[in-house]
Every structure is written in C-alpha cells, then in structure tokens.
DNA sequence: GCAAGGTC
C-alpha cells in the first residue's frame, strides 16, 4: 500500500516530507535526493520533479509549419540539461505502480502542468486516476498539513490552460521565428540565426519605441537662472527653464545689482522608511546599481548562493518578510559576523519588518539564512552582502530627515534653494550603501537682507530620453508584465545573442530595428502587448471552462497560416532588407583594397569569425580574428583599420596583423580620473568600449565614450 | 536553428 508525493522541486519536497512526516528518512538515487516514510499501515515516497520535465516538440520535424507537437523528455531534446534525466530516471524507478498520488506542486498554472506531466509521461495515465491535489499558498508546515489532509480533486482547466500556453508560446514563436529565416535564406542564400516571440520582441519594441524616440529629438536650449550667494549657496531662480532669450534679459535686468531678502525659511522634518525588501527584480536593480552587474548575472550568484544555503528562494516577486522565517534566528547567526553584529546590535525591539506592497504566493523576499558563508567568490560575496544588509535595514525602523527650503526675493523675482540633513538615522545605519546627506543650514532669518555676489544665466540643452540599460528593461518589462520574473533576464540576453541590441546603456542596432519594422507590418499583434493580453484571457477561459484549448489552439493555427503567408508572399523583400540590415550592422571598416564594407564574416566550416570585403568574390580581402576577439570603434593610427581586443589579459592590436605591432598594449589616455587622477584610457569589455581608470581595480571609475566627448 | 517557462 503504497502512496507517492510528486513535488515541483527537491527544496520544495524537502519542506513537504518534514512537515508530513519528521521521521521521514532521506535517500538518495544516482545524484538525486527523495524521501521515505514507512508508517504502519503505508509507505510514502516524497519526490521532486526539477521544474519542468518535459518539453514541446515538434513530431516530425520535416513539416514546414510545426503545429502538431508533442511532448517529449526535455534531456532529450536538450543537450545542456542532461542533469534533468537524474530526476526522471529516480520518478520511473521509485514512483510507479503506487496506490494514491498527490500532485503537491506549486499551486499556479505552470506548477499544475509540471506535475501532471510527471503523473502522465512517467507514473502512467492510469496514476492521474489515484491522483488528488494538495494545495497549499506557502509552504509552512500549517499550510502543507492542512492541505494533505484536505486534497482537493486536480483542476483540469488548470491543466489545460498550461498546456494551451506552452503550445501557442511554442506555434506563434517558432514559426514566425523560421518563417523570418526562411526569407532570408531564400533571397539571398545567407543564414542568420532570427527570432520572435510574444515576450522578447513586445521587449524590443519598447528598445526601438525609445531609440526612435532619441532619434527625432531635437536639443532646444534653454536657461536657467542662478544666484550665487555667500558660502557657495546656489538659489535657482522660480522660473526654472527659460527658453526665450528676451526673458533672460528681462530677469538679469530686474535682479542685477540687488541684494536678497530673505523671504520664507521652512525646515520640515520628512520620515523616509527603510527600502523595501528584496524579490529578484528589486535585486537585479540594486545590484546594477551599486556594483554594475547585469541582472543576469546576478540572478546566478543569487541562485548559487540559495544551493549552498546562504539565502532564501530567490525567484519570488515578494518584498513580505513574514514572522514565520523567524527573525531572531537569522538575526542571531548573522550576528557571528562582527560586521553583521555591529548593525544589528543597533536594532531596537520588538522586531518589525518593513515591507513593501509586492507579494508572492509561494516565497517570502530574499533574505539571508543566518547560515554564513566561508569562502565567497568576489561578487558572491558583494551580492550576499547587499541582501544581508537590506534585510537588516528592513528591522532599522524610519529615517528622518530634516528639510529647509528657502524662498529669497531679489529685486522681485523669487530664488529658491533647500538643504537636507539627516536627524535621525534609523535603518540608514544598517544600510551602507545609502547616501546620508549633511548639508550646512545657513542661519538665515525671515525678512534678512543678505548680499548677492553674482547673478548668472546658466545656458543649457535640453536632453532626449535616456537610453534603457537591463537593470531598467526588467523594471519596464515587469511594469507591462512581460515575462516573469525568472525569464526576463534570458530574455534580455536572447535580445543581446540575436545582435538585436547592443551596449550597456541599450542601443537597438540596425537588424532589431528592421525586425520590428517587419513584424509591425505583417504580425503587429507580436510586437505589442497585446498577444500576451489576449493568451491571459484565454487562458482564463480555458480555466473557467468556457472554452476549450482545443479551439483557442486551432483559433491560433489559422491565425499564424494566415501571417506566415504574407511573410512568404513577401518573402524577397523581407529576406533581403533583414540581411541589408544585419550587415549594416556588421559593418567594421572600409576595405582599403576596393573601398567597400569590411564585414565580420561567419565561416561555416572553420566554425569561427573573420573579417571580409563585402564585394566578395570581386575583392577577396578577408583578416582573421582570434577566438574571442572584439572589433573596437577605435582605428589604428597606422593604417586607418579598426582596432581589435583579443585574448587574456586583452590586449589591442591593428585587425591587420601585418600592420605591425605599434599598437600592441598601447592604452590611449584621453584624460584624467575626476575620482583619483589617474589617466584615464579606453578599455573594452563585454558590452563594447567604454572610458576607465588605469587605476584599476584600485579605483572603479567608469563613463562611456559620449559621456567624456560630451563633457569635453 | 526557432519560444517561454520551470529549476539544479
């Protein structure tokens, strides 16, 4: 008499077989862990699946338009996750034949799905039959008793709508994805890996929207005008920006030569409370910003960090610190920590958290485990740090900070200028990346007469939106609920793979752009929110059982037959102006044999890039390129050809290696470090050029190349 | 080769 507990993942089936049954033991199979109880009169087995077992595919991949799919093991058709097998060998060898099965993964849609697809590919149709579902909104021993005492019957229209969302995500995506290729391989013989899908390309649209936007701006220049006082107090005339010469005039007429009298004095006291705690975007943003990592990156030291203990789940969208995790403990084994333990000696009792508005089901924020670490990694230890310490802080009650604004009147036109400090501290003790502002208050009196040593008209422009960087992208794709929170940061990278965007501050190149413009034309539906709007109600009708997956899934075929033979109508034109794109794009030099494009080049054969003439064969002008190497926008003194990075430590050189070597470990110093007074060089890395000290790691300062020839 | 979604 058997009875078998199907889990989502071996953290959650851990929490399930202790909260179920303590005396439960743990087994191993090959490299995976299981659960095992035997009670008098049964014996119950608590297994994990790893999230999603099993994949889409198509079942004969010769069709031209894939619509009849199937699911298959995803090691199969996935080569990088052969680690998956382990789980489904451990299900097939210790899961089947049992008398009861409860579903016990995550209570949403994707959750249903991965446990009904264990039940049905591996323990056997006939084991949906003996399946009840426990559900469960976190996974505190409370909740997971109740719900194994109360299972509830498995909600097909869940099931449903899962599987109705990985096929039109699969169908919609992939055809449109190849129907893209197809045109360029057929109009011009050249292969270019391309892609859509209903998150990545609304996700570029909203690049493009932004590029366009910078693109059309026109700088307008405008004034602004300044009173510079005593003590190097700057008060800001009330008009703020003035764009009309005359006006200028007009108000260094009236003030010039006048003394201020002072008019207003406030000082207010403002609270501001601790910063929410983490979830994964909240993460992703702070860490961009106060170490310069790219969300994706820290979405795996995250990860890695939960698999050795250190921190809690990290995919979770909530900023909620429940009482359940248990504040005292966590607190107590960080305190090991004299750095820890002089910021938490400063809390003040009882412990309440604050919390941000964001919720999750399934996960608390990101908090430590009390568990410390050993030996970290760099940026482990500066990201386990970063969630340490902000969790502290949620304990380190308001901050206050006191505000004087003052209002000076010189010859009738009104100045302003504020000051701020902090009174009181509160959690901005626990939190060290905080700035605490100390300004000076100048002792000013209402009525006053106070001298004024110059009175200026600042010229200025005005500046085009500011360009997105990941960090932000997430943020926006978060806002328009584009992806989830685990997705978006591959989605991202995909964009970057794709040779869509470029950079750090994100620059849309000239294929993302065309691929949009195609998409608009043909598919607008894909490059807008609006497919992920309309599967959501789907979706919800599949659940409520007002229709069938069956019919929005055929809904959705004849809808993708009909887009894919405009692209195939339109295919020489599409293909061609795809690939005119994608080599604008690729464009490095001018070819000094014929003066045509020089083209970074793929060969097939080699399996490697090198550089070419674009008026191949005519001109057969090619360079190659060292594994790994980066083309840079600088050119060589020499001979006028780019530049290039390559090997490790990088090192520069002339993309002509008969050039010579005069450029070998050359930097170019283009200025000094505001920071340290360093030179200041050119450097490359991953997202392209960009300006550094030579400082470094020492001194960390870094601009982009616009930003230095802006500034002069 | 192509999507988006789960997780070690």
């Given at each position: 008499?058997?009875?078998?507990?199907?889990?989502?993942?071996?953290?959650?089936?851990?929490?399930?077989?202790?909260?179920?049954?303590?005396?439960?033991?743990?087994?191993?199979?090959?490299?995976?862990?299981?659960?095992?109880?035997?009670?008098?009169?049964?014996?119950?087995?608590?297994?994990?699946?790893?999230?999603?077992?099993?994949?889409?595919?198509?079942?004969?991949?010769?069709?031209?338009?894939?619509?009849?799919?199937?699911?298959?093991?995803?090691?199969?058709?996935?080569?990088?996750?052969?680690?998956?097998?382990?789980?489904?060998?451990?299900?097939?060898?210790?899961?089947?034949?049992?008398?009861?099965?409860?579903?016990?993964?995550?209570?949403?849609?994707?959750?249903?799905?991965?446990?009904?697809?264990?039940?049905?590919?591996?323990?056997?149709?006939?084991?949906?039959?003996?399946?009840?579902?426990?559900?469960?909104?976190?996974?505190?021993?409370?909740?997971?008793?109740?719900?194994?005492?109360?299972?509830?019957?498995?909600?097909?229209?869940?099931?449903?709508?899962?599987?109705?969302?990985?096929?039109?995500?699969?169908?919609?995506?992939?055809?449109?994805?190849?129907?893209?290729?197809?045109?360029?391989?057929?109009?011009?013989?050249?292969?270019?890996?391309?892609?859509?899908?209903?998150?990545?390309?609304?996700?570029?649209?909203?690049?493009?929207?932004?590029?366009?936007?910078?693109?059309?701006?026109?700088?307008?220049?405008?004034?602004?005008?300044?009173?510079?006082?005593?003590?190097?107090?700057?008060?800001?005339?009330?008009?703020?920006?003035?764009?009309?010469?005359?006006?200028?005039?007009?108000?260094?007429?009236?003030?010039?030569?006048?003394?201020?009298?002072?008019?207003?004095?406030?000082?207010?006291?403002?609270?501001?409370?601790?910063?929410?705690?983490?979830?994964?975007?909240?993460?992703?943003?702070?860490?961009?910003?106060?170490?310069?990592?790219?969300?994706?990156?820290?979405?795996?030291?995250?990860?890695?960090?939960?698999?050795?203990?250190?921190?809690?789940?990290?995919?979770?969208?909530?900023?909620?610190?429940?009482?359940?995790?248990?504040y005292e403990k966590i607190l107590k084994g960080?305190?090991?920590?004299?750095?820890?333990?002089?910021?938490?000696?400063?809390?003040?009792?009882?412990?309440?958290?604050?919390?941000?508005?964001?919720?999750?089901?399934?996960?608390?924020?990101?908090?430590?485990?009390?568990?410390?670490?050993?030996?970290?990694?760099?940026?482990?230890?500066?990201?386990?740090?970063?969630?340490?310490?902000?969790?502290?802080?949620?304990?380190?009650?308001?901050?206050?900070?006191?505000?004087?604004?003052?209002?000076?009147?010189?010859?009738?036109?009104?100045?302003?200028?504020?000051?701020?400090?902090?009174?009181?501290?509160?959690?901005?003790?626990?939190?060290?990346?905080?700035k605490i502002e100390d300004e000076k208050f100048?002792?000013?009196?209402?009525?006053?007469?106070?001298?004024?040593?110059?009175?200026?008209?600042?010229?200025?422009?005005?500046?085009?939106?500011?360009?997105?960087?990941?960090?932000?992208?997430?943020?926006?794709?978060?806002?328009?609920?584009?992806?989830?929170?685990?997705?978006?940061?591959?989605?991202?990278?995909?964009?970057?793979?794709?040779?869509?965007?470029?950079?750090?501050?994100?620059?849309?190149?000239?294929?993302?752009?065309?691929?949009?413009?195609?998409?608009?034309?043909?598919?607008?539906?894909?490059?807008?929110?609006?497919?992920?709007?309309?599967?959501?109600?789907?979706?919800?009708?599949?659940?409520?059982?007002?229709?069938?997956?069956?019919?929005?899934?055929?809904?959705?075929?004849?809808?993708?037959?009909?887009?894919?033979?405009?692209?195939?109508?339109?295919?020489?034109?599409?293909?061609?102006?795809?690939?005119?794109?994608?080599?604008?794009?690729?464009?490095?030099?001018?070819?000094?044999?014929?003066?045509?494009?020089?083209?970074?080049?793929?060969?097939?054969?080699?399996?490697?890039?090198?550089?070419?003439?674009?008026?191949?064969?005519?001109?057969?002008?090619?360079?190659?390129?060292?594994?790994?190497?980066?083309?840079?926008?600088?050119?060589?003194?020499?001979?006028?050809?780019?530049?290039?990075?390559?090997?490790?430590?990088?090192?520069?050189?002339?993309?002509?290696?008969?050039?010579?070597?005069?450029?070998?470990?050359?930097?170019?110093?283009?200025?000094?470090?505001?920071?340290?007074?360093?030179?200041?060089?050119?450097?490359?890395?991953?997202?392209?050029?960009?300006?550094?000290?030579?400082?470094?790691?020492?001194?960390?300062?870094?601009?982009?190349?616009?930003?230095?020839?802006?500034?002069?």
């Amino acid at each position: 008499m058997d009875e078998v507990i199907i889990c989502e993942k071996p953290r959650s089936s851990e929490k399930i077989a202790k909260a179920l049954f303590p005396k439960a033991k743990k087994k191993k199979y090959k490299k995976t862990y299981y659960w095992e109880y035997q009670g008098e009169d049964k014996r119950t087995i608590i297994i994990p699946a790893v999230g999603h077992l099993y994949t889409l595919k198509p079942k004969n991949p010769s069709d031209e338009l894939f619509f009849d799919l199937e699911w298959a093991p995803i090691p199969e058709v996935d080569k990088k996750k052969r680690y998956i097998k382990n789980y489904i060998d451990a299900i097939d060898s210790l899961a089947k034949n049992a008398d009861k099965y409860f579903h016990a993964c995550d209570y949403d849609i994707e959750g249903t799905l991965i446990g009904y697809n264990v039940l049905k590919h591996i323990c056997g149709e006939e084991a949906l039959q003996k399946t009840l579902r426990m559900k469960f909104s976190t996974l505190t021993k409370n909740d997971i008793i109740k719900a194994y005492e109360n299972p509830i019957e498995l909600d097909y229209g869940q099931v449903d709508s899962g599987i109705a969302r990985h096929v039109l995500d699969f169908i919609f995506g992939v055809n449109i994805s190849r129907s893209l290729m197809r045109s360029v391989k057929e109009s011009t013989n050249r292969f270019i890996k391309l892609s859509a899908g209903r998150v990545q390309t609304p996700a570029l649209s909203i690049l493009v929207d932004r590029e366009k936007a910078i693109r059309k701006f026109k700088p307008e220049p405008y004034w602004v005008i300044k009173a510079i006082l005593e003590d190097g107090i700057i008060a800001l005339n009330q008009r703020g920006r003035i764009f009309q010469e005359n006006e200028v005039e007009g108000v260094l007429g009236t003030c010039k030569g006048k003394d201020a009298i002072v008019e207003e004095v406030k000082i207010n006291m403002i609270t501001r409370m601790p910063p929410a705690p983490f979830n994964l975007g909240g993460l992703q943003a702070e860490a961009y910003k106060v170490f310069g990592l790219s969300p994706k990156r820290t979405q795996s030291i995250a990860q890695n960090l939960y698999l050795e203990g250190y921190i809690s789940y990290p995919r979770t969208s909530s900023q909620k610190l429940p009482k359940t995790i248990g504040y005292e403990k966590i607190l107590k084994g960080l305190s090991e920590d004299p750095r820890f333990h002089e910021k938490i000696a400063k809390l003040e009792r009882p412990l309440k958290p604050y919390e941000g508005e964001k919720e999750d089901e399934a996960h608390p924020a990101i908090h430590p485990t009390g568990l410390l670490p050993e030996k970290l990694g760099k940026y482990e230890r500066k990201v386990y740090e970063l969630i340490v310490y902000r969790f502290i802080s949620a304990f380190g009650g308001k901050a206050l900070i006191e505000s004087m604004n003052t209002k000076l009147n010189i010859g009738g036109e009104i100045f302003k200028f504020s000051r701020k400090r902090v009174a009181k501290k509160g959690w901005m003790e626990q939190y060290p990346y905080q700035k605490i502002e100390d300004e000076k208050f100048p002792e000013f009196e209402e009525g006053e007469k106070v001298p004024v040593k110059e009175i200026i008209a600042e010229e200025n422009e005005t500046k085009p939106p500011a360009r997105y960087n990941e960090a932000s992208l997430i943020k926006e794709m978060e806002k328009r609920g584009l992806g989830t929170k685990s997705t978006r940061a591959d989605i991202i990278s995909i964009l970057y793979d794709r040779k869509y965007i470029e950079g750090k501050k994100i620059r849309v190149t000239p294929l993302g752009e065309n691929i949009i413009d195609t998409l608009k034309r043909y598919c607008e539906k894909i490059t807008s929110e609006e497919l992920t709007r309309q599967f959501e109600e789907e979706l919800k009708k599949i659940m409520k059982g007002k229709t069938s997956k069956d019919k929005v899934i055929k809904k959705a075929e004849e809808e993708i037959i009909s887009i894919i033979e405009e692209i195939e109508n339109n295919k020489e034109e599409i293909g061609k102006h795809l690939y005119k794109a994608y080599q604008k794009g690729r464009i490095v030099g001018e070819c000094p044999e014929c003066g045509g494009n020089l083209l970074i080049r793929y060969s097939g054969k080699t399996k490697s890039s090198f550089v070419g003439c674009s008026s191949f064969p005519e001109c057969r002008i090619v360079y190659p390129l060292p594994k790994g190497a980066r083309i840079l926008k600088s050119k060589c003194e020499k001979c006028g050809l780019p530049l290039i990075s390559y090997g490790r430590p990088r090192q520069r050189a002339c993309l002509d290696p008969k050039c010579g070597k005069g450029e070998k470990g050359k930097m170019e110093v283009v200025g000094k470090c505001p920071e340290c007074g360093n030179d200041l060089v050119k450097r490359s890395g991953r997202y392209g050029e960009f300006i550094g000290c030579k400082g470094f790691p020492k001194c960390r300062f870094t601009a982009s190349l616009e930003e230095v020839k802006g500034k002069g």
